[in-house]
């Protein structure tokens, strides 16, 4: 079984094109910073995410292209997918990717937008709070309002 799930932020703007020919499909090319979960070595330094490369096409990809930016938070679900080419000097550059097969945001808008105001650091993920300060109330739409403070309650980033 060849599936890789990852929760991580762009870490610029998605790269985006359309194929050649009668049927144009979407490609959107962008990476994912990715938290470690023990990310530092024994003297405590080390790096704290890893830079994962994606590729989303078809829909997949159109959805890149409208949505996601910058800093943004998404969740990834895909196959690793391997490949090579040429580079100008003849030389064999080996490649290895995530096909996004499915991908939903990763946080609210809201905390979107307050993170990518704030400049936040990306590397490592908030603390935890010990209450959450507001009961979940009904909305007019049917839906309940989470607060977005229930986020740091969650057993999983």
């Known amino acids: 079984m060849n599936k ?7 870490t610029r703007d998605p790269n985006v094109r359309y194929s050649q020919g009668e049927n144009q499909m979407c490609i959107a090319r962008f990476t994912l910073a990715v938290d470690r979960r023990r990310s530092r070595n024994q003297d405590g330094n080390g790096p704290t995410a ?29 196959r690793i997918q391997t490949g090579s080419y040429q580079n100008k000097d003849g030389q064999t550059v080996y490649t290895t990717d995530v ?6 945001f990763g946080e609210s808008k809201s905390a979107s937008a307050s993170n990518m105001n704030s400049g936040a650091d990306y590397s490592a993920p908030s603390g935890r709070s010990e209450a959450v300060s507001s009961a979940p109330q009904p909305a007019d739409d049917g839906f309940m309002n989470v607060p977005d403070e229930i986020d740091d309650e969650l057993p999983f980033n």
């Open 99 to 104: 096909a996004v097969e499915e991908i939903e």
């Open 50 to 78: 890893d830079f994962i490369s994606c590729v989303a096409f078809g829909k997949t990809g159109e959805f890149v292209e409208k949505y996601a930016r910058k800093g943004m938070k998404f969740d990834v679900v895909g």
């Open 4 to 10: 890789a799930m990852l929760t991580g932020r762009l």
